[in-house]
């Protein structure tokens, strides 16, 4: 525990973040850091996030700060704020540094609804801004452009004891260590009951008395809280267990998965709290749920599945009429949403819908497949063909005003009294109001099926009569003001949404989607990396300049765009597309891989050092690029029958597999890739990668095929000892692996033990060192080749003198492949 005698709030009261998305804690609330000095409000708003239009018309009230220049339009939000902002870089710190200030910390992104809130009554306050720029350096982040630093700092705020959410508000020293934070504060100083919550102002005037008064204690907190961030970020993968990669693995997940269904409206929470709360789509569950209905047609998978997309679909958190998702439904039942619609929400929600289609062939999933990627292209593509990032959720400070209807406007819109009353019926808008006393969210209460037995018509006529109606509506809604869009491109985003119109246009048999999916990677590969190759982040304009590309790409800008390539080369099967996948790959496993533990850290080995360093592993809303990593190696293995890829898929899957047996659901993704590396096991065993069918009888099965083993032994000496030399001969291209291998080490060594008689007997066995292989994603090991002597010397009973029977296991190797291990006995008179 961090103890703390300076406290500029006493009373800490945690956060009711409504932001913050379904993702397992890693905080373990017994280690919880106290940090009496954190400062958290709760917040009573009962209406879900509504993030706030930019004021683009108005002159600016105040001068460009330090965000001129800068690409990002959350950062651009706040160009114009009376706070003497910079962006995250050495020249804040160094100011800071010179000052003898401390450093506010604001994270935040373009349609966070409390960002916006913040800003609005502290930012754009010239009160609070007074305070910021007198006593503080003040910094700026887009958590989407800067992932890296979101994480570190969350966690640093986790580990007080605080979920945390956005804005997340952290003070810090010159060097960037945390002191303390919290979430949103109010500009003033609120009542609670009989207590009074301090606001932004009291906090800052008490951060800059402490800071005068107290700053090695303030010092000293930041050391332990910089301690405990590190060791909460290192402990995630702390006792890698000796765990078998088995379907119960798999099992595992699922059963957990299904475990958290709601029966009745589907999607994921808790049974015990009766489903309240927010509830989010959770893809990555969905796609392992698809992977177990594909592979075993088994029951529950399916019904859960179809559960949640069946009532996803029908409900207010599918936009009815224009198509898309927004970010998650604030009740049970799907009907009121956060109004935001992101990228990675529709894409990876595009594919789950495209495959669940080909699965079902229910009319329900196709067109929600075709409608999410209409209003994707619509709304959210760039000219040149990449993908934009988010649309805001409020225009004009009304929550949805853009999606939803008073009675008044529907009578307006629909004259006709027919065409009126069935569309009424249809989009459940006979009764009340279903949002915020006296507006309608478009819903389907009965299925398009229900109600065209009730028409006595089929669901294609159905469609037909309403579509006039719908065109009407849309024309109406088309006239309102939008809500801001976010126009960054970001690579991970982009590679999941190209995912999306790829699976769709497999499953649906269209070629245009393909054709989306292709000009999409080839604006990223054209212009988002660098001259050597590398994948940078994000791309965009700041104002008056050209758009350009910056920052690195992190983990998830890989893994989430090899993923798109692959589903793009399956959808195609140009092989340009699975080219480019295996160049990335390589870049991904030189950049990121973690050479003493295994798996991939968030950054690359050369990227900005910042005091921990982050390597995520958890499935929430979006899978993490581990396991998406993993999954692809398998793909990619599948794909070129490289061995290495199989290796790789394996070591990154037993890296994590220890947390994925103890909480399975929190690794959804992972357990697919690892059902999927299981499945396909056996399959590549029988050799169904080859392309050539005559080739392939031709190829060899098992390693015994590619290697002769002899073996002969002396008389028994004075001692009763016999020495066996055991000589292998290897065919050439192929190797086995020496003995001993390293520890977590995927493949099979070559092992000799000796039997008499069905028993085994005390054998000495001497293994050469063989050749060295350096490899940076599995270590250093060794191999034989071409033909090699392994020698044992072994203890006879007296008086036995039976035959010997030699035993080896071996694992034969190429390039390319390994071979099913074999077991060699050999009779040795």
């Known amino acids: 525990m961090i103890e703390s005698d300076f406290n500029p709030n006493r009373d800490q009261i945690l956060v009711n973040n409504?932001?913050?998305?379904?993702?397992?804690?890693?905080?373990?609330?017994?280690?919880?850091?106290?940090?009496?000095?954190?400062?958290?409000?709760?917040?009573?708003?009962?209406?879900p996030d509504r993030p706030a239009p930019i004021k683009t018309k108005e002159s600016p009230k105040h001068p460009a700060n330090h965000l001129a220049g800068q690409s990002s339009p959350y950062l651009l939000m706040h160009l114009n704020n009376p706070v003497d902002w910079h962006p995250w870089g050495p020249e804040a710190f160094a100011k800071a540094k010179k000052e003898g200030k401390l450093i506010f910390l604001s994270i935040g992104y373009s349609s966070c609804y409390w960002c916006h809130v913040m800003e609005r009554e502290s930012f754009e306050n010239e009160e609070v801004a007074k305070l910021l720029n007198q006593w503080f350096v003040c910094i700026k982040v887009d958590r989407e452009e800067r992932p890296d630093v979101d994480t570190v700092y969350m966690t640093s705020l986790n580990v007080t004891g605080q979920r945390g959410g956005w804005p997340l508000s952290m003070f810090l020293t010159s060097e960037g260590k945390p002191i303390f934070g919290g979430t949103y504060w109010p500009a003033d100083d609120k009542k609670s009951d009989d207590d009074v919550v301090p606001g932004f102002k009291t906090i800052l005037q008490r951060v800059h008395q402490l800071n005068t008064d107290k700053p090695k204690e303030l010092e000293t907190q930041a050391d332990k809280i910089v301690a405990r961030t590190k060791e909460e970020l290192a402990g995630r993968l702390r006792g890698i267990a000796l765990t078998n990669l088995d379907r119960s693995l798999v099992d595992g997940a699922v059963k957990d998965i299904l475990e958290q269904l709601d029966p009745e409206y589907g999607g994921f929470g808790s049974p015990e709290r009766h489903f309240r709360g927010t509830k989010f789509p959770m893809p990555p569950y969905l796609e392992l749920l698809l992977h177990e209905a594909s592979r075993s047609k088994a029951k529950e998978p399916i019904e859960a599945l179809t559960v949640t997309l069946d009532r996803m679909a029908r409900g207010g958190i599918y936009d009815q009429l224009g198509g898309g998702f927004h970010r998650y439904s604030t009740e049970r039942t799907w009907t009121v949403p956060h109004f935001e619609k992101m990228l990675y929400d529709n894409a990876q929600l595009a594919e789950v819908y495209a495959k669940a289609f080909r699965l079902t062939h229910k009319p329900l999933y196709r067109r929600a497949t075709e409608e999410t990627l209409a209003f994707v292209k619509r709304e959210m593509t760039a000219p040149e063909g990449g993908f934009y990032s988010a649309l805001d959720a409020e225009t004009n400070g009304e929550e949805g005003r853009f999606y939803v209807w008073t009675d008044p406007e529907i009578s307006k819109a629909l004259t006709d009294g027919v065409d009126s009353a069935l569309f009424k019926k249809v989009y459940g808008l006979e009764g009340q109001a279903n949002f915020e006393g006296h507006y309608h969210i478009l819903t389907l209460p009965k299925s398009y099926e229900d109600i065209a037995r009730e028409q006595k018509a089929s669901e294609d006529q159905l469609a037909s009569r309403l579509a006039a109606s719908k065109q009407k509506l849309l024309q109406m809604r088309s006239q309102r003001p939008r809500p801001f869009l976010d126009t960054k491109v970001l690579t991970a985003w982009?590679?999941?949404?190209?995912?999306?119109?790829?699976?769709?246009?497999?499953?649906?048999?269209?070629?245009?989607?393909?054709?989306?999916?292709?000009?999409?990677?080839?604006?990223?590969?054209?212009?988002?990396?660098?001259?050597?190759?590398?994948?940078l982040r994000t791309y965009g304009a700041a104002p008056g300049q050209a758009p350009a590309a910056k920052i690195n790409a992190y983990l998830d800008d890989y893994a989430f765009f090899v993923h798109g390539l692959l589903c793009l080369h399956d959808a195609s099967g140009d092989n340009r597309w699975l080219e480019s996948a295996q160049s990335l790959t390589d870049d991904l496993v030189k950049y990121h891989f973690d050479g003493d533990n295994g798996g991939f850290f968030y950054t690359a080995n050369d990227h900005e050092k910042l005091f921990a360093r982050a390597k995520d592993q958890y499935d929430g809303v979006q899978p993490s690029g581990n396991s998406v990593a993993a999954r692809n190696f398998v793909r990619l293995w599948l794909k070129t029958?490289?061995?290495?890829?199989?290796?790789?898929?394996?070591?990154?899957?037993?890296?994590?597999?220890?947390?994925?047996?103890?909480?399975?659901?929190?690794?959804?993704?992972?357990?697919?890739?690892?059902?999927?590396?299981?499945?396909?096991?056996?399959?590549?065993?029988?050799?169904?990668?080859?392309?050539?069918p005559t080739e392939k009888a031709n190829k060899p099965k098992k390693s015994e095929a590619v290697v002769k083993i002899e073996a002969s032994a002396t008389k028994p000496d004075d001692d009763l000892r016999q020495a066996v030399t055991i000589s292998i001969t290897i065919d050439k291209s192929w190797h086995l692996y020496a003995n001993p291998v390293p520890a977590d080490f995927p493949g099979i060594p070559t092992t000799v033990t000796v039997e008499a008689q069905g028993k085994a007997l005390d054998a000495d066995v001497e293994y050469p060192r063989g050749t060295l292989i350096k490899?940076?994603?599995?270590?250093?090991?060794?191999?034989?080749?071409?033909?090699?002597?392994?020698?044992?010397?072994?203890?006879?009973?007296?008086?036995?003198?039976?035959?010997l029977n030699v035993i080896v296991k071996i694992q034969a190797c190429s390039e390319k492949q390994c071979l099913l291990p074999s077991t060699v006995k050999i009779d040795v008179p």
């Open 18 to 47: 409504r932001e913050r998305p379904m993702k397992s804690n890693s905080c373990n609330k017994s280690k919880a850091v106290k940090i009496t000095i954190a400062l958290v409000l709760v917040l009573l708003a009962a209406g």
């Open 494 to 535: 982009n590679g999941q949404m190209i995912a999306g119109f790829a699976a769709a246009g497999q499953a649906l048999e269209q070629r245009e989607y393909v054709d989306t999916a292709a000009r999409a990677a080839d604006f990223i590969l054209k212009n988002l990396r660098t001259s050597d190759g590398r994948l």
């Open 641 to 692: 029958g490289n061995g290495r890829y199989r290796e790789l898929a394996e070591k990154t899957i037993k890296v994590f597999s220890a947390n994925l047996k103890a909480n399975p659901a929190s690794l959804a993704t992972m357990a697919e890739a690892l059902a999927l590396f299981l499945d396909s096991s056996d399959k590549s065993q029988d050799n169904s990668l080859v392309k050539d």
């Open 775 to 803: 490899d940076k994603v599995l270590g250093d090991y060794y191999v034989y080749e071409d033909k090699v002597k392994l020698r044992a010397s072994v203890k006879r009973a007296k008086g036995n003198l039976s035959n």
